[in-house]
């Protein structure tokens, strides 16, 4: 791909002559053209290639996630987003102006329209909460009527007007999280930048966030960037994913086709966590490499789109008249789409074995054969 | 003790209080931007200028390395250009001030350096301006620390202030001096060492007290 075009994540490639910077995308709320980041040696320390050859937008009105592993570049792709650090080469473009080339007082006004949260929250201690969700009004110029007024309306917006006059340290993580969320929508952004924002949180609580962001998203139009390690996250909440290793972008399109085909090693770790690629303890032991008489052989199934995992078992029983055993499964939903992965016992004979394998191999499920038990 | 002695008493413990009072006040002035400045202008930091950052820090390191009661009798001639006098308590603010001013700077620079620098990264991320960083996040999230400086500060320049006997400043420990010590009268000295305990718990307390009550990291139940 060349320094001028760029894909939409999800959207079909635009025909050649829509490729000029300005309508290559003309829904992209954020768009990166060939960035690369270095940070220079310092120190002794070597310098480091934070990010390289990364093209990709972020359409307008999405939930993207940006999933990786630690050190892979999410934070300073996202500090990218709002300024916060300059690409070394390439330009990011928000909202149709390029934030790369901004400084002083123009990057200060563009990143009004641009909110953060963060996974410490990052609140002022010595300021309550409205008075911290007041904090970007006050920085921005607003009159005190008006931040008065709006201050009241984002606390109603994320549930929490009874908190008005705590402080932070009177505040539950979740809490918390609401008051950042709302001081990160003051100035009404149209871009959200989530960095692990629920990433210090219990599950109940991670939900809770999630639903919020997702009712955000939903009634204000906002577009929201997840910076993520958790698959959790990203199947909860977002449409469209970018997955990121060692400062590439390795993967990239809607959630639902990223995670029923995952290509690359990562991609498929990630998946890994939601639908687990281990057995279960007990049966784990039991297996062994030749067939014991009366045994069975066991086969792991991945299963991949809608309803898939439902029909795999009843299907293979009808067509070829065998006692399938479900040994262990693990499906879940991803984007709309059944994802898992199943253990069956299959009954007796080798040629019984030979048979699923190849009608499973029919129908493109892909299978591998793990031993046999007793 | 004679009324006549409360009396100096009284007296000196007023001096003193202006004294103190007055070069706290002024080394605060000076003391408070400087230490933000050096505890924001390292390489990469708010407002970067490292050269400057540097030289300033000499500065500072040298006027603390020098014993008070030669940097009172060094600057006389700037005192006298500044006060107009060498002599007495007023003339006895400028080396104060000028003592206390870069200690402050180094207890202020601690104290914004405590202050998480996630906070900068948040407000800049909302297009805080530096200055407003400062003025916003910076210094009212240091307070408690800010606050535990200056009562340090006060109680430091309760000490120095007794030096200022030498060059005539006045004062509670000048008054020790001169008539606990030098006129062997024990009960001066000592009700004199009893007001300058009173003063400095009192300074303490009041620091502490004021530290605490700002202090929002606490719960208040």
Redesign the interface.
């Known amino acids: 791909m060349n320094a001028h075009q760029s894909l939409a994540v999800g959207q079909p490639i635009a025909p050649p002559e829509a490729m000029s910077p300005a309508a290559a995308a003309p829904d992209a709320m954020v768009r990166f053209e060939s960035i690369s980041k270095t940070y220079p040696a310092y120190r002794g320390k070597p310098g480091v290639n934070a990010l390289q050859d990364i093209d990709f937008a972020i359409p307008r009105g999405s939930i993207t996630g940006v999933i990786g592993r630690s050190g892979a570049g999410k934070s300073s792709l996202v500090r990218l987003i709002n300024g916060l650090e300059k690409p070394t080469t390439g330009r990011v473009i928000v909202d149709n102006s390029d934030i790369s080339a901004l400084v002083g007082r123009e990057l200060r006004l563009a990143q009004r329209s641009i909110g953060m949260i963060f996974q410490h929250f990052n609140l002022l201690s010595s300021r309550t909460a409205a008075d911290n969700i007041a904090l970007p009004l006050e920085i921005a110029g607003w009159t005190r009527a008006d931040i008065k007024a709006r201050v009241a309306e984002l606390l109603a917006l994320v549930g929490i007007a009874d908190k008005h006059d705590r402080y932070p340290s009177e505040l539950s993580g979740g809490q918390k999280q609401r008051v950042g969320i709302a001081r990160a929508l003051a100035t009404r952004p149209s871009v959200l930048l989530s960095d692990e924002a629920t990433s210090a949180l219990d599950p109940q609580t991670t939900r809770a966030i999630l639903d919020l962001l997702a009712s955000i998203n939903r009634e204000l139009g906002v577009t929201i960037v997840l910076i993520t390690h958790e698959m959790s996250v990203v199947r909860q909440l977002a449409r469209e994913v970018v997955v990121l290793d060692a400062g590439r972008v390795v993967e990239s399109g809607h959630v639902a086709d990223i995670f029923t085909h995952p290509k690359h090693p990562i991609t498929q770790s990630f998946l890994a966590e939601v639908i687990g690629d281990s057995l279960p303890v007990s049966l784990a032991s039991r297996i062994v490499a030749e067939p014991p008489v009366g045994g069975q052989a066991v086969i792991r199934v991945q299963v991949r789109g809608a309803g898939a995992g439902d029909t795999v078992v009843a299907r293979l029983a009808r067509e070829l008249g065998l006692d399938v055993a479900l040994l262990s499964a693990r499906i879940d939903e991803i984007g709309g789409q059944h994802v898992g992965s199943l253990v069956l016992g299959i009954p007796g004979r080798e040629d019984a074995q030979a048979r699923v394998m190849a009608w499973l191999s029919q129908y493109q499920f892909p299978a591998e054969h793990l031993g046999y038990v007793a | 003790m004679s009324p006549e002695l409360i009396n100096l008493i009284i007296q000196a413990t007023g001096e003193s209080l202006y004294m103190v009072g007055i070069a706290a006040l002024l080394g605060t002035v000076f003391g408070l931007p400087l230490g933000v400045f050096l505890a924001t202008s390292r390489k990469g930091e708010l407002f970067a200028a490292p050269l400057v950052n540097r030289v300033l820090g000499a500065i500072v390191n040298a006027t603390r390395s020098t014993p008070f009661i030669i940097l009172v009798v060094a600057i006389i001639p700037f005192t006298r250009f500044v006060a107009g006098t060498s002599i007495g308590s007023t003339a006895a603010i400028v080396p104060l001030t000028i003592a206390s001013a870069p200690f402050i700077a180094r207890l202020v620079e601690a104290a914004i350096r405590e202050v998480?620098g996630?906070?900068i990264?948040?407000?800049?991320?909302?297009?805080?301006?530096p200055l407003?960083i400062v003025l916003?996040?910076l210094i009212?999230?240091a307070?408690p620390g800010l606050l535990l400086a200056l009562t340090l500060a006060v109680v430091s320049l309760l000490g120095y202030s007794a030096m200022v006997g030498a060059v005539g400043g006045g004062g509670l420990g000048d008054l020790g001096i001169r008539y606990g010590y030098q006129r062997f009268m024990p009960e001066m000295m000592l009700a004199v060492v009893v007001v300058l305990i009173a003063l400095v718990q009192l300074v303490q307390s009041a620091g502490d007290y004021l530290a605490r009550r700002?202090n929002?990291?606490?719960?208040h139940r």
């Open positions: 998480d996630g906070l990264e948040t407000a800049s991320s909302f297009g805080a301006s407003q916003k996040v009212p999230e307070l700002v929002r990291r606490l719960r």
